[in-house]
């Protein structure tokens, strides 16, 4: 089993910046697909981004193209997420997710192990 820990959520003004952490512990996530998403109060979750296992392939959501970055450490066996440029719209829970199939894609049922989510708030 695999557990994830977000962290680094909060407020923040819009156009200022948030870095979000993905601590997993269990065993190591150096072979799995990680992603992250998001979602606002009466929406449903939404793809955000997401890394191969080697870190060398990225995926992104239209709407965060070019602000946010995903990356990760393996020895660290953590994720995290850039976040810039950060608008109101932005705002919302974010949780991390582990594929173990090493996929990387957009859609939620493709990822086995989740987070509890971190809050991020974007004040206008």
């Known amino acids: 089993q695999v557990q994830l820990a977000e962290s680094g959520g909060g407020l923040v003004q819009a156009g200022g910046s948030l870095r979000l952490s993905c601590a997993a512990s269990?065993?190591?996530?150096?072979?799995?697909?990680m992603g992250w998403f998001r979602q606002a109060p009466g929406k449903e979750r939404e793809f955000v981004a997401a890394?191969?296992?080697?870190?060398?392939?990225?995926n992104y959501a239209g709407s965060v193209k070019g602000r946010f970055t995903i990356s990760r450490d393996n020895a660290k066996n953590t994720v995290y997420l850039q976040m810039d440029s950060l608008k109101p719209e932005d705002t919302a829970v974010y949780y991390c997710?582990?594929?173990?199939?090493?996929?990387?894609?957009?859609?939620?049922?493709?990822?086995?192990?989740w987070g509890q989510g971190t809050q991020v708030t974007v004040s206008s």
């Open positions: 997710a582990a594929d173990r199939e090493s996929g990387y894609g957009p859609r939620h049922y493709q990822y086995d192990y």
């Open positions: 269990g065993r190591t996530i150096s072979s799995y697909g």
């Open positions: 890394i191969s296992w080697s870190g060398k392939s990225t």
